[in-house]
């Protein structure tokens, strides 16, 4: 199962953007997917989650202004950015846990490549 992320850019403070995360493979669910993302000389940090229900978490620093949001029938999840400030600049990376439907149930988890999101003016 391979993720396609994308989405971002060069954007204003105040501006927005939306990432997408596009999982492939045949016979998949995507359980729980989270947002990830690393600035330059700091570590990576969870940005936001949302599971396989629905339920979304936040850290507080992006709460209020970003969004996570799922489409199951496409395999894709979303991340849409408001707001945004200088300090949300890095590249952002999603994860998914998954299950694969063959003969039996596989279980895995995967990461995208990363899109990178520059705010500046």
């Known amino acids: 199962v391979q993720l396609q992320a994308s989405g971002g850019g060069l954007v204003q403070p105040g501006g927005s953007l939306r990432l997408s995360c596009a999982a492939s493979?045949?016979?998949?669910?995507?359980?729980?997917m989270n947002w990830h993302r690393q600035a330059p000389g700091k570590q990576r940090e969870l940005v936001a989650g949302?599971?396989?229900?629905?339920?979304?978490n936040y850290v507080d620093s992006v709460k209020g202004r970003f969004t996570t949001s799922r489409d199951d029938a496409k395999n894709t999840v979303y991340l849409q950015m408001n707001s945004l400030k200088p300090e949300d600049t890095a590249v952002y990376y999603c994860?998914?846990?998954?299950?694969?439907?063959?003969?039996?149930?596989?279980?895995?988890?995967?990461w995208g490549q990363g899109t990178q999101v520059t705010v500046s003016s």
């Open positions: 994860e998914a846990d998954w299950w694969q439907y063959g003969d039996s149930v596989v279980a895995g988890r995967s």
């Open positions: 493979g045949s016979s998949i669910r995507i359980n729980n």
């Open positions: 949302i599971t396989s229900g629905g339920s979304e």
